[in-house]
């Protein structure tokens, strides 16, 4: 490492995703101001480890999460990608739609139901027959298309 010094009025400690948003909403706040970011920079080639699912182009996001606040937060998010799309010249975002699976009227489809309610999502049902003609590369445990109860613990041992 070198001597070198930068003067700034704001250092943001970490590149990553959260740092860097901190970095870039301080920089349009105040433009005057020279906002340094401190971290390591993402590899150049698709990498394993901590940047192994970071570093590339398969990142997956949702607006239909059984959490609420997780589908609010990245509703907001994926709000934004079209300006910031624009407003780089970099296209990093596709939608393809989001596949839940689960027992029928089980506790996961019953949240992500609700979730897609409050987010004002289109959700379309599928029965077993309607999955394999559209997927028929998926392979799914034949359990879920069953009449069993989603909760193990009330077996009788």
Known sequence: MGDATTDA???VVGAGLVGAAAAKYA???QPEAR????????????ATG???CHADEGRICRKLDVDPVWAELAARAMGRYAEIEAASGVRFHA????????????PFLR???ATAHSQGLQLEELDEPAMRAHWPDL???ATLFGDEDDDDDDDDD
Do not use: I, Q
Request: net charge neutral; aromatic share 2%.
């Open 9 to 11: 009025e704001l250092v």
């Open 27 to 29: 920089a349009l706040r």
């Open 35 to 46: 906002v340094l970011v401190v971290g390591p920079s993402e590899p150049s080639e698709r």
């Open 50 to 52: 901590v940047y192994g």
């Open 95 to 106: 939608a393809a739609g989001c596949v839940a699976v689960g027992r029928k009227d089980g």
């Open 111 to 113: 949240a992500v139901a």
């Open 139 to 141: 392979r799914l445990d």
